[in-house]
């Protein structure tokens, strides 16, 4: 395993245990969330460029698109529920509230 290919799994095992550790908070989760899909991405693209496989390095393309809507979504919805509830904690939210 490279030091690039070490920096990222190391980065995005980072993101996930931020994730399992720190969970009240929605900002919180949405930027450890973040990070992995980034840390996968760059992942994903870098793997093919190290093999010299290039028609693989197409699904950075493929996940783009979902990537950057993603993140607008999550923070519309944690600002509008910080708007609504005055709280940007996950046990606030209800869905039977909803």
């Known amino acids: 395993m490279t030091l690039i290919h070490f920096s990222f799994c190391s980065a995005f095992i980072l993101g996930l245990t931020g994730l ?8 919180s ?3 450890c969330l973040e990070g992995m899909l980034l840390m996968s991405m ?5 793997t093919p460029l190290h093999l010299t496989i ?3 390095s197409m699904m950075l ?13 999550g923070l519309s919805l944690n600002s509008d529920h910080y708007t609504t509830h ?3 904690k996950l ?6 509230e909803c």
């Open 86 to 88: 005055g709280t940007d």
């Open 54 to 56: 290039y028609l693989s």
């Open 42 to 46: 760059d992942g994903i693209v870098l």
């Open 29 to 31: 989760i949405l930027l």
């Open 61 to 73: 393309y493929i996940m783009l698109p979902f990537a950057a809507p993603e993140a607008a979504t």
């Open 91 to 96: 046990f606030s939210l209800n869905l039977l």
């Open 20 to 27: 399992a550790l720190n969970r009240s908070p929605i900002l």
